[in-house]
């Protein structure tokens, strides 16, 4: 599976911006897609997932109501669209892909994209 991110970029705080994640390769229904995100100095740390097939979503505290996570099972693609954006949600935003229960945890997904750069400034 091959991953491949999209839509980073400066922003100012109060602004959005609509991450892309374009999945190629064995893709599957079953499948996780996951969005975490690194910020310097930090660990990577879970933002939301979404289930491929039934579409179940999931989000961390921190974005919940501000970030939503969506797929379009025709163009193989996930977004994630971040509204009212924080200084504190600077980070590099990963896109992951897995068959897996744990989809909070990191290392629980094996496939991931090269990141994309959010910076957020005030």
């Known amino acids: 599976v091959q991953l491949v991110e999209s839509g980073g970029g400066l922003v100012q705080a109060g602004g959005s911006l609509r991450l892309s994640c374009a999945a190629s390769?064995?893709?599957?229904?079953?499948?996780?897609m996951g969005w975490f995100r690194q910020a310097p100095g930090k660990e990577r740390e879970f933002v939301a997932a979404i289930r491929w097939g039934v579409g179940s979503t999931y989000y961390a505290d921190s974005v919940k109501g501000r970030f939503t996570i969506s797929r379009d099972n025709a163009k193989n693609t996930v977004y994630l669209q971040m509204n009212s954006l924080k200084l504190e949600d600077t980070a590099v935003y990963y896109c992951a892909a897995d068959l897996t229960p744990a989809i909070t945890v990191a290392d629980a997904y094996g496939y991931w994209g090269q990141g994309t750069l959010v910076t957020v400034s005030s």
């Open positions: 390769g064995r893709t599957s229904s079953s499948y996780v």
